[in-house]
């Protein structure tokens, strides 16, 4: 099955915004609002940042927040930190107990 | 705090099946409301969903991958497991076993990975 498109890399200087987005189709995103975030640093395990769209499990900062529009999922990340430097992956429900990700995003601080 | 571990050999022939055991430590396997599943991650590339099952068994499978995996519980041991069979060089990657939280109740909708482990590195090769 396809991978939910998102794009290769993203940056931005410490202090400032940078949004993320995450595109599927009307039989993914654009059906559920099941979608969740997750930072990756290198060698090291995935951890949830965003889920159900909005939602921020305890201990995320809000720094990061979520939202949606049509097939189109974003990530957006205020506030800029050195530490926020990572890859990024969405995921998204499709129904009939099908789950997918997307391809990653790095995200780079400058 | 709930740990999750995966273990496994690390090097399979080509044409052969992989196995990983994820053992589960600090809370139960058997919890209703969860489901517990295989990720994977090739070198350099995205996640991968493998699929996930319940305390009771059931399974649920990423459709380009079904004909070849087989994933089970071992309730006794808190332990899951990942067959992947007919294996070849594309199926070398990073696997990861992650709590997969699949319920919704008067709260909200609960539908996302939240506890990982740290990923075992599976190479297929001769």
């Known amino acids: 099955q396809s991978a939910l498109t998102q794009p290769p890399s993203a940056s931005g200087s410490p202090g400032e915004s940078v949004t993320i987005s995450c595109t599927g189709t009307?039989?993914?995103?654009?059906?559920?609002?099941?979608i969740s975030w997750y930072q990756q640093h290198p060698g090291k395990a995935p951890k949830l940042m965003i889920y159900?769209?909005?939602k921020r499990p305890s201990g995320v900062p809000d720094r990061f927040s979520g939202s949606k529009s049509g097939n189109t999922a974003s990530l957006t990340v205020s506030g800029l930190q050195v530490e926020d430097e990572a890859d990024y992956y969405c995921?998204?429900?499709?129904?009939?107990?099908?789950?997918?990700f997307g391809g990653g995003t790095k995200l780079t601080v400058l | 705090q709930l740990q999750l571990q995966e273990s496994g050999p690390g090097l399979v022939k080509p044409s052969e099946t992989l196995s990983l055991i994820c053992t589960v430590s600090?809370?139960?396997?058997?919890?209703?409301?969860?489901?517990w599943g295989w990720i994977r991650q090739p070198p350099g590339e995205g996640l991968e969903w493998i699929g996930s099952?319940?305390?009771?068994?059931?399974?649920y499978y990423n459709p380009s991958l079904r004909t070849r995996v087989t994933i089970s519980v071992d309730t006794s041991k808190n332990q899951f497991s990942l067959k992947l069979s007919s294996v070849t060089a594309a199926d070398t990657a990073v696997y990861f076993c992650?709590?997969?939280?699949?319920?919704?109740?008067?709260?909200?909708?609960?539908?996302?990975?939240?506890?990982w482990g740290q990923g075992a590195l599976d190479t297929v090769s001769s």
């Open positions: 600090g809370g139960s396997i058997s919890s209703s409301n969860y489901y």
């Open positions: 159900e769209v909005t």
């Open positions: 009307i039989s993914d995103v654009g059906a559920y609002n099941y």
């Open positions: 099952i319940n305390y009771s068994g059931t399974t």
């Open positions: 995921n998204s429900y499709k129904g009939s107990n099908n789950w997918v």
């Open positions: 992650a709590r997969h939280s699949y319920y919704y109740d008067s709260s909200g909708s609960y539908y996302y990975f939240d506890y």
